[in-house]
């Protein structure tokens, strides 16, 4: 009569699939218990640590030790215009943070809103754009004095 027990600590392993998919799971080897030492007969995998059913890597995918990596988040900053009721633009910067979840997949992307130094917050108070419509101005002629320098662009003030 063989006796077999299933080592006690499951390892980690990542499963790339076909697509380019990456999945952690972990690794339960069966070892045969009837030899002075004991050796491994087979193996299997699962999805989470106490699961007790069995995931069966797909054809065309590969697995190797170690958990997956989860990739660097994605940041990236654009410059947006916040357009009030009156049409006037106020520029800002937009960061978008996309992260990995542990099977590598995106998570929803964070929307943040910041001042031109990317580090004050900035609260738009209309319609946030990534083009302003700009309103045409009549020329100010040839500046003769610096109180023309002081017009107001949204009334002409």
């Known amino acids: 009569m063989s006796k077999t027990c299933v080592n006690v600590v499951p390892q980690p392993v990542c499963v790339t699939l076909a697509d380019g998919t990456k999945l952690s799971v972990f690794e339960h080897i069966i070892y045969d218990m009837t030899c002075t030492i004991?050796?491994?007969k087979g193996q299997y995998f699962t999805k989470a640590l106490d699961s007790e059913t069995p995931f069966l890597i797909p054809e065309g995918?590969?697995?190797q030790s170690g958990a997956c990596p989860i990739p660097t988040p994605i940041v990236k900053f654009e410059k947006m215009y916040d357009i009030d009721k009156e049409g006037c633009c106020i520029v800002f910067m937009q960061r978008c943070t996309t992260g990995f979840d542990a099977q590598?997949?995106?998570?929803?992307?964070i929307?943040?809103?910041?001042?031109m130094d990317k580090d004050t917050v900035y609260v738009p108070v209309g319609i946030i754009s990534d083009e302003c419509?700009?309103?045409?101005?009549?020329?100010?002629g040839t500046v003769t004095d610096f109180a023309a320098l002081c017009v107001d662009p949204c009334d002409g003030k």
Not at 111 to 115: A, P, Y
Not at 133 to 140: M, Q
């Open 38 to 40: 004991p050796v491994p």
């Open 61 to 63: 995918a590969t697995a």
């Open 104 to 109: 590598c997949k995106p998570l929803p992307p």
């Open 111 to 115: 929307i943040e809103n910041f001042e």
């Open 133 to 140: 419509p700009c309103k045409e101005v009549e020329s100010l």
